[in-house]
T-cell receptor, first 112, second 113 residues
Framework: NAGVTQTPKFQVLKTGQSMTLQCAQD?????MSWYRQDPGMGLRLIHYSVGAGITDQGEVPNGYNVSRSTTEDFPLRLLSAAPSQTSVYFCASSGPLGETQYFGPGTRLLVL | AQSVSQHNHHVILSEAASLELGCNYS??????LFWYVQYPGQHLQLLLKYFSGDPLVKGIKGFEAEFIKSKFSFNLRKPSVQWSDTAEYFC???????????FGQGTTLQVKP
């Protein structure tokens, strides 16, 4: 049981490049979400999903896309990276009632 | 809109001192409340949570928190901190059944040996 896994651990991008941050969970959780963590701002919700095929926007969705084709995977896409997207990104999952969320180890992204 | 406010951004304590971190939220309905901890270089871990029942909840490593509904507060306490408690602490609120978790800004705790 690996819990929530994220890849890559660290990534450097140039402005305008695209990339996908991967997130997977093996707990059969319905609810998954993406957060970004910035100093002094806590964690802010980017996008979330309440089940396969269903996604919705969080507090800071601009510049990010998500999809949920399977229960296990919830990738986050940056179509055209900007320096403002330099951050640490955390994926999380929880059971059907959205109770305790379990977090992945994070992806540290630097956009130059 | 729901929001969570943590009053202390940076707290410095000596070992054995008592700790209280403030957390207030804004939402008028049913809430689930959480405190998460992030040790240096690690990901977030659940410290404790409140869903219903006894408003005084106990978590791991000697931490506890009290839910005061009339004050919209969920303060975190520990009677005697240790150097290993140095970390960032986040209060979070889940409102209703949306599953969305809203975090406070975080409090950095530094414990001096």
């Amino acid at each position: 049981n690996a819990g929530v896994t994220q890849t890559p651990k660290f990534q450097v991008l140039k402005t305008g490049q695209s990339m996908t941050l991967q997130c997977a969970q093996d707990m059969n959780h319905e609810y998954m979400s993406w957060y970004r963590q910035d100093p002094g701002m806590g964690l802010r919700l980017i996008h979330y999903s309440v089940g396969a095929g269903i996604t919705d926007q969080g507090e800071v969705p601009n510049g990010y896309n998500v999809s949920r084709s399977t229960t296990e995977d919830f990738p986050l896409r940056l179509l055209s990276a900007a320096p403002s997207q330099t951050s640490v990104y955390f994926c999380a999952s929880s059971g059907p009632l959205g109770e305790t969320q379990y977090f992945g180890p994070g992806t540290r992204l630097l956009v130059l | 809109a729901q929001s969570v406010s943590q009053h202390n951004h940076h707290v410095i304590l000596s070992e054995a001192a008592s700790l209280e971190l403030g957390c207030n939220y804004s939402y008028g309905g049913t809430v689930n409340l959480f405190w998460y901890v992030q040790y240096p270089g690690q990901h977030l871990q659940l410290l404790l949570k409140y869903f219903s029942g006894d408003p005084l909840v106990k978590g791991i490593k000697g931490f506890e928190a009290e839910f005061i509904k009339s004050k919209f507060s969920f303060n975190l306490r520990k009677p005697s901190v240790q150097w290993s408690d140095t970390a960032e602490y986040f209060c979070a609120v889940k409102a209703g059944n949306t599953g969305k978790l809203i975090f406070g800004q975080g409090t950095t705790l530094q414990v001096k040996p």
